[in-house]
């Protein structure tokens, strides 16, 4: 028989990261209870989701681990907050890239103590788990990497830089040629702060290896999104967005195959008939701001709900995985380019205007076979909150059921979330 799941821990390690042990301690516990009440609950997953819950039970131990291992090496290991950020540049170099978001209501009280309240829950919960010592990821890196997406970001990296070293990318508002220009100098800056790490300059075949490796792990998810797509469902949104969400810190080669062995068994499924809800299950994309780990909530509530998601239009979701760079350049100059090229297409709200960002929404919808999109806001998000009137106007327009929801990582509002998407379920029956 195998072990019961178990997050594990690890104090001698969590103490050499310079962690508070005590109150860190109480996190496993809690987020096994979470994980097997979420996850493990669900009838009928596939079986090669293992691996994943085994990255879950490693999440505090064995992958952290393996990151200071690399990092004994001389290598960097560099945090990030957003899919902006080009994780390439750090493969290239042979180090680690770790997506830092914060999507735990635990830290959001520690951040407090210096942030505003009214401010967007992801970017206190990340400072939270800086400040309260209470992130093994955040603890391990040598720097962290931020962007002048939003401003909450852009200003908390002032703060932040007071704990751990925080360097910031201009990312331009607008998506002009002089835009462009700009972007690729940043890209040049972020090049040269991480090649500063292993003091050796990444040269044209590490980059070209590095965007190798990178589109192949985005390749692997737009294939897993696609079977995803099939009704009857092969897998659930709750396991989809899981996956979404361990791509930011798993080894990217090992995290490909795994995919890759996983769309292997969907593929089977589908031909053998065998799905994870009936055909007949309303259908639901996700669209908005990101679903950092562990927030599973509104996820959580839909499918439990009796719906499933089909469909994840978010940075932790196709904004990460849609678009992948040209393999074909000759120098490191066009490498540079191109990547820049690739990460513009990234269609964030924090630009101006960004109406492609609605068609993609709309594609997606219909390339998912939906039947309606619950447009998800993190709270005090402005830029996805005010954009949500675009994209209400476009479904309205083609009678695509729409729902905005606005909410936080706290479990206040889940009963009244719950009320909202049943109704919105029951529409989509009709
Ligand atoms: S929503 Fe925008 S700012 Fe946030 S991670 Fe995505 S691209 Fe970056
Ligand atoms: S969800 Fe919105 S407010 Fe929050 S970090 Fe992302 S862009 Fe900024």
């Known amino acids: ?40 609950s669900q009838k009928n997953r596939p079986s090669e989701m293992a691996y994943f819950d085994n990255m879950i039970e490693n999440i505090h131990t064995g992958r952290i ?13 560099i945090g990030t907050f957003c899919v902006y950020v080009p994780e390439e540049l750090i493969v290239a170099a042979g180090g680690i890239c770790v997506g830092l978001c914060g999507g ?36 391990a890196v040598d720097l962290v990497y931020g962007e002048t997406t939003c401003d909450a970001k852009k200003k908390t990296w002032e703060l932040l830089d007071r704990y751990v070293p925080t360097h910031v990318m201009e990312i331009p508002q607008m998506k002009r040629e002089r835009d462009k220009k700009l972007w690729v100098e940043e890209v040049k800056d972020f090049k040269a702060a991480v090649d500063k790490i292993s003091g050796t300059e990444t040269e044209f075949d590490d980059i070209a290896g590095a965007i190798k490796t990178i589109n192949a792990k985005r390749a692997a998810l737009q294939r897993l999104n ?12 709750r396991d989809m967005l899981l996956i979404e969400q361990i791509a930011f810190y798993d080894e990217p080669v090992r995290f490909t195959e795994k995919v890759h062995a996983l769309c292997n068994e969907l593929d089977k499924r589908i031909k053998d008939g065998v799905a994870v809800a009936p055909a007949s299950t309303p259908r639901i994309l996700v669209s908005g701001t990101p679903m950092a780990l562990p927030n599973w909530k509104l996820h959580n509530i839909i499918e439990s709900s009796g719906a499933i998601v089909v469909n994840e239009e978010s940075c932790i979701g196709t ?20 990547l820049t090229e ?8 924090c630009f101006t205007p960004n109406d492609e960002r609605i ?13 309606g999109i619950i447009d998800y806001c993190l709270q005090f998000c402005h830029t996805y909150n005010i954009e949500a009137v675009k994209l209400r106007e476009a479904c309205e327009q083609r009678g695509i059921p729409f729902m905005a929801i606005e909410s936080d990582y706290s479990p206040d509002d889940v009963g009244q979330l719950q009320t909202r998407v049943e109704a919105f379920i029951e529409q989509i029956q009709g």
């Open 319 to 338: 904004r990460y995985y849609k678009d992948l760079i040209d393999e074909g350049s000759t120098s490191v100059d066009q490498q540079l380019e191109r």
């Open 104 to 139: 735990a209501q635990g830290s959001i009280a520690d951040a407090e103590k210096i942030l505003p309240r009214n401010i967007c829950p992801m970017v206190k919960s990340a400072f939270g788990f800086k400040i309260g010592k209470i992130c093994p990821y955040f603890q």
């Open 342 to 349: 690739r990460y513009m297409k990234i269609d964030c709200s």
């Open 226 to 237: 696609n079977l995803r797509h099939f009704n009857p469902s092969p897998i659930s949104g």
């Open 359 to 371: 068609d993609q929404v709309i594609k997606e919808y219909e390339e998912s076979g939906a039947q």
């Open 1 to 40: 028989m195998s072990e019961p799941f178990k997050i594990k821990s690890d104090p001698e390690l969590w103490e050499k990261l310079g962690m508070d042990v005590s109150r860190f301690s109480g996190m496993p516990p809690m987020l096994t209870t979470a994980y097997t009440n979420i996850f493990l």
């Open 65 to 77: 681990h393996e990151i200071m291992a690399v990092k004994e090496t001389g290598k960097p290991v």
